[in-house]
C-alpha cells in the first residue's frame, strides 16, 4: 500500500513547481500568439503551386508588408506550405503611396463636380475620334488668381497671334480686361527648381521680402514661376541670391557637401531592391533614392541627409540584410554631380546617351528634369567629356530667363471678378493646337516648334497645309527634312503592336540626331537632320535586325511630306462623322461608315442608291471648299462586310490580318456584329487569298460584296484644312473601356461644363449609354509625386497590392492618371492576390481561411472566463450536493475544483511552450482542450472522492488521513488503469490523426496525465491538509487566533 | 435458465444492436417525410465544414438597432438566396439578435457566394431632378420617382414590385449581359406611369444607391425592363438577388473560415484509422488485463460504437474533427465505466463473495461513482455547448454535442449492457473458474485485496 497522504507535502512542492514551470511558460517571452478568436484578424493557410525555388518565409512577409501589413506572421507548415496571420485593418491607398513613393499630391473623382462614367456608342468611335473631339491639351499653360478679378497667366510655346486670340477671348466672356505683357527690361519672369525643400508660401515670403507685387506660381512640383512688372534691377538681382541663401542652390549643385549622401552598397546575398526601398523608407528617410546597380548592388543618394541620419540608415540597412559592404563616393575625385536640364529629359534617353558614351556614370532621376549622374572613378578629363557630350545632346540649362519670343506672360486684370474657374473653361474653346487633314501627325517637339509629318500627301496638299499655316499663325521658319542629301526621313511600318518607346531607344543609341515617333498601328516616323548616307542605311538595318523587315516609305518622293513647321489647324474623322449623321437625321439619307485611312477618310456604306451617294457628296463638298473624292478602285482593292457572328472582334482580325501577313490592310472596321473592311491596292489574287485566308482562320462568314450600284464605297481627299477640333476641357481623361464604350473622367467641371461634355459627345457620336464608375469597386486617382516616375514603377507595387486592370496615365511631369480594379475588400481576397502577383498561383485545395473580427473576439475573451468560472462553480455546487451525506461536504466541492484548476493550468502550460517551441497559438481549439480535460480529470477525482465518501460513512471511527489513504490505493488500479486506456487511444489519434488536430491531442494526452496526477496526489491531499488545519495555518496565518483546533 | 431470465434484457440489446447497425448500414434512409443519411460519407453520417471543406460564415446587422422581423427576414432572404445558387445542404440559423451563422459545405467560389448573400440588392428607380435632361450625362442629381400603386397611393417605384423572374440574357442586338426584369400587377401599372411621364428624358436604375444603368425612356412600357452595363457575374448574381429580394437591413462578415474539400476529406480518412487504432488498442487492453469481464466489455464497447454512431446519424449530429476527438476520449470514459465495475468485482471476489453477489455489488457500488464523474462531465460539456454557441464555433459545438452523448450512451452500456452481459455468464460453465475473472497478477492494487 502506498502511503499518499503521508508524502502529500512533497507532493504539494512538485505541484508547487510545476505551476511555476506554467507560469513561466506563458510569462517569459517570446509572447504567447493568442489565437484569432482572442485577438481578431485573420489568417491563411495556403500552398503555392510552383512556387519560386527559394522561396522563404521571409520573402512571403516581405510581400506582405509591402502590402502594408505590418504586423504579418508567416511560418512554414513544415509541407511546403505558409501559415500566414495578421491582425491590421484595411488601410489606404495613399498612405501606402506615399510610404512608397514620397509625398504625393491627390485627387479623387468622387466629389459633386468631379466627372468619372462609362460611356458606350452604339456607333463605332475609336479612342483617339473621342480625343480628337475634346481637343488636344494645352501645354505648358499656368493660370494663377493675384487678385480680385486678376490672373496671372503665362504659357511657353504660345506664339503672339495665338495669344492675342486668347486674351480676346477672354474679353468677350468676360468684359474688357487690362493685360500687362511682361518682356520689357524692367520685367521679371522666371522659372526657378529648387527640388524638393520649397514650399509655395515660404517661396512667396522670400520674395516678397525682396520687392512687392511679384507673383510665384508653382507650375509643377517644384518648379516655380517668379514673375512681376515693372521691378527694379536691384530687386532683380537680389531676388535669386536671396532665394538660394534660404532654400538652397536651385541649379547644378554639388553633392560633396556632408550634408547630402551618396553611397554604394552591395552584398554577396541576394537581395530585392523592393526591400532595400522598404527599408529605407521604414527608418523615415524616403528622400535617400535607392538605385539598383545590378548584382545585389545599390547606390543611395539623398541630399541634405544629415551624417547620423546617413549613419542611422546604413546600420540599419546592416541590421536588415546580411553580408553588407558599403563605400561612400570619393567626392575628392569628384565622382558625383547632378545635372539640371531646363527642358523635358526622358531619363532612358539619357540612360541611352551615357550608356552609348561607354561612361561608367549611373544616372537617376532627383527631381523634375534633374538627373543625378554618379560613376566610381571616373578622371576629370572624362567627366568633362561625359557632361560636354550631354550639353552637346541636351542642352544644358542654367537659370532660363523665360523666352519671350516663343512664349507668353501676361497680367490679365478684369473689370468683372473672373474667377480662375472660368478662365480655365474658357480655354477649352480655344483652339490651342490642331489637329491637320488627319492624315498629317503633328508633333510639339520643342518650344513653339512643330514637327508636321504625313505620308502620302501629295504636293498640292503639301502646299495647302503650309499656306494655312503660313495664313494662320504668320510666317514661320520652315525646315524641310527631305530636301537636304544629309537628312533621313522615313516611315517605317511594322505592323500593329509595336509601342515608340522599343524603337525610340533603338533609333537613339545609334544616332542621336536621329528621331523616331510613331504613327500609329505599328508606323514610325523615323528622321534626323545632317546624316551621311551610311548613317541612314546603318541606322534602318539596326531597327530592323532588331523588329523585323519593315515596310520602307520614304519620304523623299515629291507626293509625301515630311516637314517642321510652327502651327497648324486641320479637319478631323469626326467632322465628317458630324456630317454623317446630319444627313441621316435630317435628309433621312442611309448611314455610312467613316473611317481613316492613308488615302483619305474612307466613306462606306450598304444599301445606298446613286442618288443619296451624290446627297452624300454634295454634302461633303459644302464641308469644305475642296473635296477631292474619288470612288473606290476595286481591281485594286477590296471593300466588302464579313459577318463572322459576334465571335470576332476588331482588335482579333487586325491581328490575325497581320498574322497572315496582310500588313497592307489597315482599313477594318468594326460595324455592329459584323466586320466591315475595306483596303486600297490589294490585287484581286491577293483579295482572294485573304478572304480565304480569314475564312481558314474563324469559320464561313457572310460576305456583302460593295463593287455594286447600291452600295456605296468612296474615299474623299479634304484639301481645305478647316477649324474643327472642339476642346471641352485640359484636365478631361478619356481611356477606352471596351468596343465603343469609353471611361471618362474629370476633376472640378462645374455642372454646365458637364452638360457640355455630354451634349458635344453626343451630337457628334450618337447615342450614349452612361453608367457610373463604381468607386466602392474601382480605383480613379489623380496623383501627383515629388519626383518622376515610370508608370511601371508605380504600377507593381499597386499590383502586389492586388489592384487589378490597371491603366496608368501620365498627366503631367509628375502626375499619373490611375485607374483600375480596386483589390477586394477583404483582407482574404488583398493577401491572395498579392501573394499570387508575387509567387504565382495558389493551390485553392490548401487553402485554409480564418477571419475574426473584434466584437467577436472580444466576446471570445469573455465568454472564456464565464466558461471556466461557470464550470467551476458548476461542479463545486454539483459535489457539495452529491457529497452531501459526507460531513463537510462543501470542501470536497472546493478540493474538486482546485484539482481541475491544477489541470487547466498545466495545460495552459503545456500551450505555452507549445507556443515556444512549436508556434502554436492559443485558440478556441484550446480551450476546449482545457474544458475536456477539466471534464475528464474531475471524472478521476469524482472517483476518488466517491471512495473516501463511502469509507468514511461505512467506517465513521477512522482517522480521516487512513481513509483517505485507503480510498487512494483502493482506487489506484482503476485510476491507473482508465488513464491508459484513455491515453492509449489519445495517443493513437495523436500519432495518426495528421497534423490538423496533432496539437490538440498532444495537448489532452497532457491534461489526462494532469488530471490523473491530480486525482491521486492532490484533490484528496488537500482534503486531508483541510481537515488537519494545514491550509489555515500555511495560508491564513493571521487566522490562528480565532479558528477551532482540528477534530 | 439465465439466459431466460434476462431474455427481456438480452431482447432489448439485440434489437437495439441491430437497429443501430441497419441504420449504419444503409448509406441513406427515409421513413415517410423522415431523411436521414448521405451518399457520399463514410456511414451516412452528416460531417461537419471541417472534414467535408467550405465556409463558415457568420453575419450581423450593421445597424444594432435591428428589429426581430427584419432579421428573420435577412435568414429568409439569405435562405433563398443560397437555394438559387445551387449549394447543396446549406445551414443557416439566426444566432442572437443580430447574427446569423451560414454554411455552406463544399463550395468552390466562396467570394461569389459572400457576394451573392452580403449584397443587399436594393434596386431602386429615379428621375433627373433636371425635368430637361434628355441624357444621364447631362443630370445634375436624382430623385426617387414615385406612381400612383393600388390604392391610388403614390408609392416609390423599388425592386419590391418586381415578379421573382429576372434573369440574365444576352441582349439580341449588342450581346453585351442584360439582366431582365418583369414587375407585378402594381409595379406594371407604376412603371406604365413612369414611362408615359418620362418620354425622352432618362430614367436612373440604382442598386444599392450606385447608379447601374440610365436609359432614355423611348417607349412607354410597363411588363418588363433591363439593366445593361454589368458583367456576365455581377449579372447573375443581380439577378438571383432581385428574385429572393432585397435585405432589409445591411449586413456584413464578422466571422469567416475556409476550408478546403481536399484537406477535409484527408482528416477524415486519417481520424477514422486513428480512431479505430485507439478502439483496438483499448480493447486490446481490456481482454489482456481482465480477461473474461474485459471480453465483456469489449462487447460492450463494440455495441457502444455502434449506438453513439447510429444517434449521429438519426438525430443527426454533424460530425466534426474535435468531435472525433471526443468520441476518442468517450472511448476511454466507456471503458472506465466498465473498469469502475470490474475493480470493484475483483474487490468483492476477493473478500470471498460469490460471482454473482460479486457482479451485483460491484455495480451497486460502482454506479454512484460513475453517475457523479459522469454528471460533473456533463456540466463542463453543457458549458461548452453555450460556451461554443456564443463563440459562433462549430468544432466546439461538436465537442460538447458529441462528448454529451457519448457519455450518456456510455452510462447505459456500462451500466445495462455490460452488466446483462456478466449476469449471463455467472450461469455459464465459465463462472467456475474464478481466475478468469480475477487476474493472478496485475497492475496496481491487486496485491491487496481489501474488503470493507
Given amino acids: ?332 575625385a569628384g565622382d558625383v554631380f547632378a545635372l539640371d536640364f531646363g527642358e523635358a529629359v526622358d531619363i532612358e534617353t539619357l540612360r541611352t546617351e551615357v550608356a552609348r558614351l561607354e561612361s561608367a556614370a549611373f544616372i537617376i532621376p532627383s527631381g523634375d528634369n534633374d538627373f543625378f549622374i554618379a560613376g566610381k572613378d571616373i578622371a576629370q578629363d572624362d567627366r568633362e567629356t561625359l557632361l560636354t557630350a550631354l550639353e552637346d545632346v541636351f542642352g544644358l540649362a542654367d537659370r532660363t530667363p523665360f523666352d519671350f519670343d516663343n512664349g507668353a506672360a501676361l497680367t490679365l486684370r478684369f473689370t468683372d471678378p473672373v474667377s480662375l474657374t472660368d478662365v480655365v473653361d474658357s480655354l477649352a474653346v480655344i483652339p490651342i493646337r490642331e489637329v491637320l487633314a488627319g492624315r498629317a501627325e503633328v508633333q510639339l517637339i520643342g518650344p513653339g516648334t512643330f514637327r508636321v509629318i504625313g505620308v502620302s500627301l501629295g504636293p498640292e496638299t503639301q502646299e495647302s497645309i503650309l499656306a494655312g499655316i503660313d495664313q494662320r499663325v504668320g510666317e514661320t521658319q520652315k ?100 456630317e454623317v449623321t446630319n444627313q441621316v437625321e435630317n435628309e433621312g439619307l442611309p448611314s455610312v461608315v467613316v473611317t481613316l485611312s492613308r488615302a483619305g477618310l474612307f466613306v462606306g456604306g450598304t444599301d445606298v442608291t446613286q442618288e443619296e451617294q451624290d446627297a452624300y457628296l454634295a454634302a461633303f463638298e459644302g464641308l469644305s471648299d475642296s473635296v477631292e473624292t474619288q470612288p473606290f478602285d476595286f481591281s485594286a482593292g477590296t471593300a466588302l462586310t464579313l459577318d463572322f457572328g459576334e465571335t470576332v472582334n476588331e482588335e482579333q482580325l487586325k491581328a490575325e490580318l497581320v498574322e497572315l501577313g496582310f500588313n497592307e490592310i489597315r482599313l477594318v472596321t468594326l460595324v455592329g456584329p459584323g466586320i466591315f473592311m475595306g483596303a486600297h491596292d490589294i490585287s484581286a489574287a491577293r483579295q482572294e487569298e485573304l478572304l480565304t485566308a480569314l475564312e481558314d482562320r474563324f469559320g464561313l462568314a457572310q460576305q456583302t460584296s460593295f463593287h455594286d450600284p447600291e452600295f456605296m464605297a468612296v474615299t474623299i481627299s479634304l484639301e481645305d484644312p478647316v477649324r474643327a477640333a472642339e476642346a471641352v476641357s485640359e484636365s478631361l481623361i478619356v481611356q477606352k473601356a471596351g468596343p465603343n464604350s469609353f471611361f471618362l473622367a474629370a476633376n472640378d467641371q462645374p455642372l454646365e461644363a458637364q452638360i457640355q461634355i455630354f451634349s458635344t459627345l453626343e451630337s457628334t457620336f450618337g447615342t450614349i449609354f452612361q453608367s457610373d464608375y463604381n468607386f466602392a469597386k474601382n480605383l480613379a486617382l489623380t496623383v501627383t509625386f515629388t519626383q518622376p516616375l515610370s508608370a511601371e514603377s508605380i504600377r507593381l507595387p499597386l499590383e502586389d497590392r492586388g489592384y487589378q486592370d490597371l491603366v496608368i496615365e501620365q498627366r503631367g511631369e509628375s502626375t499619373y492618371f490611375l485607374r483600375g480594379k480596386r483589390p477586394p475588400a477583404d483582407q482574404k481576397g488583398k493577401i491572395i492576390s498579392s501573394l499570387e502577383a508575387a509567387f504565382g498561383p495558389i493551390d485553392p485545395e490548401s487553402l485554409e481561411f480564418s477571419f475574426v473580427d473584434a466584437e467577436i473576439a472580444r466576446r471570445s475573451v469573455v465568454n472564456t472566463f464565464i466558461a471556466v468560472i461557470a464550470g467551476s462553480v458548476g461542479i463545486l455546487i454539483y459535489v457539495w450536493w452529491a457529497f452531501r451525506r459526507t460531513p463537510k461536504p462543501f470542501r470536497f466541492g472546493v478540493a474538486a475544483v482546485v484539482g481541475l484548476g491544477h489541470d487547466a493550468a498545466l495545460v495552459l502550460g503545456a500551450f505555452g511552450l507549445m507556443a515556444k ?120 496565518p493571521f487566522l490562528r487566533r480565532d479558528a477551532t483546533a482540528p477534530r | 435458465m439465465g439466459f431466460r431470465k434476462y431474455r427481456l434484457q438480452v431482447a432489448v440489446i439485440i434489437i437495439l444492436v441491430g437497429l443501430a447497425i441497419s441504420s449504419l448500414s444503409l448509406q441513406t434512409f427515409s421513413i415517410g417525410s423522415w431523411d436521414r443519411g448521405s451518399d457520399d460519407s463514410p456511414l451516412g453520417l452528416r460531417l461537419g465544414l471541417d472534414l467535408q471543406g467550405g465556409t463558415h460564415l457568420v453575419y450581423r446587422a450593421d445597424d444594432p438597432q435591428v428589429t426581430d422581423e427584419q432579421m428573420e427576414g435577412v435568414a429568409n432572404i439569405i435562405e433563398r438566396r443560397i437555394n438559387s445558387f445551387g449549394v447543396s445542404e446549406p445551414l443557416i440559423q439566426r444566432k442572437g439578435g443580430n447574427e446569423i451563422v451560414v454554411q455552406l459545405p463544399g463550395i468552390s467560389d466562396i467570394e461569389e457566394a459572400k457576394e451573392l448573400i452580403g449584397g443587399t440588392a436594393l434596386l431602386d428607380f429615379r428621375e433627373c431632378i433636371d425635368p430637361n435632361a434628355t441624357n444621364a450625362g447631362v443630370c445634375p442629381g436624382w430623385q426617387p420617382v414615385t406612381a400612383q400603386g393600388s390604392g391610388g397611393v403614390e408609392k416609390q417605384l423599388t425592386g419590391a414590385f418586381l415578379r421573382p423572374t429576372s434573369a440574365l440574357v444576352a441582349d439580341p442586338t449588342t450581346g453585351l449581359p442584360t439582366v431582365r426584369f418583369e414587375f407585378n400587377g402594381e409595379g406594371a401599372r407604376m412603371f406604365e406611369q413612369i414611362t408615359r411621364r418620362l418620354q425622352g428624358r432618362p430614367l436612373g436604375i440604382f442598386l444599392d444607391d450606385q447608379m447601374v444603368s440610365a436609359p432614355v425612356v423611348q417607349a412607354v412600357i410597363s411588363q418588363t425592363g433591363q439593366i445593361t452595363g454589368i458583367s456576365q ?220
Avoid: C
Avoid at chain 1, 951 to 960: A, E, K, S, T, Y
Avoid at chain 1, 1009 to 1026: D, P
Fill in chain 2, 233 to 452: 457575374r455581377d449579372g447573375r448574381l443581380l439577378a438571383i438577388q432581385l428574385n429572393a429580394g432585397a435585405l432589409p437591413v445591411p449586413i456584413s462578415v464578422v466571422r469567416e473560415q475556409d476550408v478546403s474539400a481536399t484537406l477535409g476529406r484527408d482528416s477524415l480518412d486519417r481520424s477514422y484509422v486513428a480512431a479505430a487504432i485507439g478502439l483496438g488498442l483499448v480493447m486490446l487492453f481490456m481482454v489482456l488485463y481482465y480477461r473474461v469481464p474485459g471480453l465483456v466489455s469489449v462487447l460492450s464497447l463494440g455495441v457502444y460504437t455502434a449506438i453513439v454512431l447510429a444517434v449521429f446519424k438519426l438525430i443527426p449530429v454533424t460530425l466534426t474533427l474535435s468531435g472525433i476527438a471526443a468520441f476518442v476520449i468517450s472511448v476511454g470514459m466507456a471503458v472506465d465505466a466498465n473498469v469502475i465495475i470490474f475493480e470493484r468485482m475483483r474487490e468483492e471476489l476477493r473478500s470471498g463473495r460469490t460471482l454473482g453477489a460479486a457482479i451485483e455489488t460491484g455495480f451497486d457500488r460502482a454506479w454512484a461513482a460513475i453517475r457523479d464523474s459522469n454528471v460533473t462531465t456533463l456540466i463542463t460539456m453543457f458549458i461548452l455547448w453555450w460556451f461554443g454557441d456564443q463563440l459562433g464555433e462549430p468544432r466546439i459545438i461538436g465537442f460538447a454535442v458529441t462528448l454529451i452523448i457519448a457519455i450518456l450512451t456510455s452510462m447505459f452500456t456500462a451500466i445495462f449492457v455490460t452488466r446483462t452481459l456478466l449476469r449471463l455468464l455467472v450461469n455459464s460453465p465459465l463462472a467456475g473458474r474464478v481466475h478468469l475473472f480475477v487476474p493472478l497478477r496485475g497492475g496496481g492494487s491487486t496485491r491487496t485485496a481489501v474488503g470493507l
Fill in chain 1, 479 to 578: 525646315d524641310r527634312l527631305d530636301q537636304d542629301a544629309d537628312d533621313l526621313a522615313i516611315a517605317l511600318d511594322f505592323g500593329p503592336g509595336f509601342t515608340r518607346t522599343d524603337l525610340v531607344i533603338q533609333v537613339n543609341s545609334l544616332d542621336p540626331n536621329a528621331e523616331a515617333e510613331s504613327l500609329g498601328d505599328g508606323v514610325f516616323f523615323i528622321g534626323g537632320d545632317d546624316m551621311d548616307e551610311d548613317t541612314r542605311e546603318a541606322v534602318l538595318e539596326a531597327v530592323e535586325a532588331e523588329f523585323g523587315p519593315a515596310r520602307r516609305v520614304s519620304l523623299d518622293a515629291p507626293e509625301h511630306m515630311a516637314l517642321i513647321v510652327v502651327f497648324e489647324p486641320g479637319i478631323t474623322v469626326n467632322d465628317l462623322r458630324t
Fill in chain 1, 1 to 332: 500500500m502506498i502511503d499518499f497522504v503521508r508524502y502529500r507535502k512533497w507532493f504539494y512542492l512538485l505541484t508547487a513547481i510545476l505551476l511555476m514551470g506554467t507560469v513561466a511558460a506563458l510569462v517569459l517571452p517570446p509572447r504567447i500568439p493568442w489565437g484569432l478568436e482572442f485577438s481578431s484578424g485573420t489568417s491563411l493557410t495556403l500552398k503555392f503551386v510552383d512556387p519560386p525555388d527559394d522561396l522563404t518565409s521571409q520573402d512571403v512577409r516581405s510581400q506582405l508588408l509591402a502590402l502594408g501589413l505590418a504586423d504579418a506572421v508567416v511560418q512554414g507548415t513544415g509541407n511546403g506550405g505558409y501559415f500566414v496571420r495578421t491582425e491590421s485593418v484595411e488601410d489606404d491607398l495613399l498612405p501606402f503611396l506615399e510610404l512608397t513613393f514620397g509625398p504625393v499630391q491627390s485627387s479623387d473623382f468622387e466629389g459633386a463636380s468631379d466627372v468619372a462614367t462609362f460611356l458606350s456608342f452604339i456607333d463605332p468611335v475609336s479612342e483617339q475620334e473621342l480625343r480628337d473631339a475634346f481637343g488636344e491639351n494645352v501645354q505648358g499653360l499656368v493660370i494663377s488668381q493675384v487678385g480680385d478679378g486678376s490672373l496671372f497667366i503665362s504659357v511657353e510655346g504660345l506664339a503672339q497671334p495665338e495669344l492675342a486670340t486668347l486674351i480676346d477671348t477672354f474679353e468677350d466672356m468676360f468684359g474688357p480686361a487690362e493685360s500687362i505683357a511682361f518682356g520689357g527690361t524692367a520685367d521679371l519672369a522666371v522659372t526657378l527648381d529648387f527640388g524638393l525643400e520649397a514650399t509655395l508660401e515660404e517661396l512667396q515670403q522670400e520674395v516678397d521680402q525682396v520687392a512687392d507685387g511679384l507673383v510665384v506660381v508653382l507650375t509643377e512640383t517644384n518648379l516655380f514661376v517668379v514673375g512681376g512688372a515693372e521691378v527694379s534691377a536691384e530687386a532683380k538681382e537680389a531676388l535669386v541670391p536671396a532665394l538660394e541663401a534660404r532654400f538652397g542652390r536651385s541649379k547644378k549643385a554639388s553633392y560633396d557637401s556632408s550634408g547630402n549622401m551618396a553611397l554604394q552598397i552591395s552584398s554577396d546575398d541576394p537581395i530585392d531592391a523592393v526591400d532595400v526601398q522598404n527599408e529605407v523608407r521604414f527608418q523615415g528617410s524616403s528622400d535617400v533614392t535607392v538605385l539598383e546597380l545590378g548584382d545585389n548592388s545599390f547606390i543611395l543618394v539623398g541630399e541634405n541627409v544629415e551624417q547620423e541620419r546617413q549613419d542611422t540608415l546604413l546600420t540599419a540597412i546592416e541590421d536588415r540584410f546580411d553580408n553588407i559592404q558599403s563605400e561612400p563616393f570619393d567626392f575628392d
Fill in chain 1, 917 to 1036: 517551441f512549436r508556434g502554436v497559438e492559443i485558440d478556441s481549439l484550446m480551450i476546449v482542450g482545457i474544458l475536456a480535460v477539466i471534464g475528464y480529470s474531475v471524472n478521476n477525482t469524482i472517483v476518488v472522492m466517491d471512495r473516501i465518501r463511502e469509507n468514511l460513512i461505512r467506517n465513521p471511527g477512522r482517522d480521516f488521513d487512513t481513509a483517505v489513504n485507503f480510498s487512494l490505493n483502493e482506487t489506484l488500479s482503476r485510476n491507473v488503469n482508465t488513464a491508459l486506456t484513455t491515453a492509449v487511444a489519445v495517443l493513437a489519434v495523436l500519432l495518426f490523426g495528421g497534423p490538423t488536430i496533432f496539437n490538440f491531442m498532444l495537448v489532452l494526452l497532457i491534461g489526462v496525465l494532469a488530471g490523473a496526477y491530480s486525482s491521486l496526489f492532490l484533490a484528496a491531499n488537500i482534503l486531508v491538509s483541510w481537515e488537519k488545519g494545514e491550509i489555515r495555518r500555511t495560508l491564513f
